[in-house]
Nanobody, 114 residues
Framework: QVQLVESGGGLVQPGGSLRLTCTAS????????MSWYRQDPGKERELVAT????????NYADSVKGRFTISRDNAKMSVYLQMNSLKPEDTAVYYC???????WGQGTQVTVSS
């Protein structure tokens, strides 16, 4: 039974940083490409970044390139999203997604505001 649990969201001022964590269980994590998505109320869900099973980051959204970094630690069965230089436009619920199994986490709220 696949389970994904996100953590690390919260309230941060513009220009600040947060690191999101997605911890997986119930499947062979190291074999799966993983993604982060985000969605603000009334807007479409947006792909933020993807990391391959081999650890190669890909598909960064244009709006986050140079500011966000996706990484993984297979020993800890975790995927991370390091978010720097945060802007109010980054405010959203952030979701972890296991691509081959098509499973979503519950989401974690990120709010960027002064």
């Amino acid at each position: 039974q696949v389970q994904l649990v996100e953590s690390g969201g919260g309230l941060v001022q513009p220009g600040g940083s947060l690191r999101l964590t997605c911890t997986a269980s119930g499947f062979t994590f190291r074999m799966y490409a993983m993604s982060w998505y985000r969605q603000d109320p009334g807007k479409e869900r947006e792909l933020v970044a993807t990391i391959t099973s081999g650890g190669e980051p890909t598909n960064y959204a244009d709006s986050v390139k140079g500011r966000f970094t996706i990484s993984r630690d297979n020993a800890k069965m975790s995927v991370y999203l390091q978010m720097n230089s945060l802007k109010p436009e980054d405010t959203a619920v952030y979701y972890c997604y296991a691509r081959r199994s098509m499973n979503w986490g519950q989401g974690t709220q990120v709010t960027v505001s002064s």
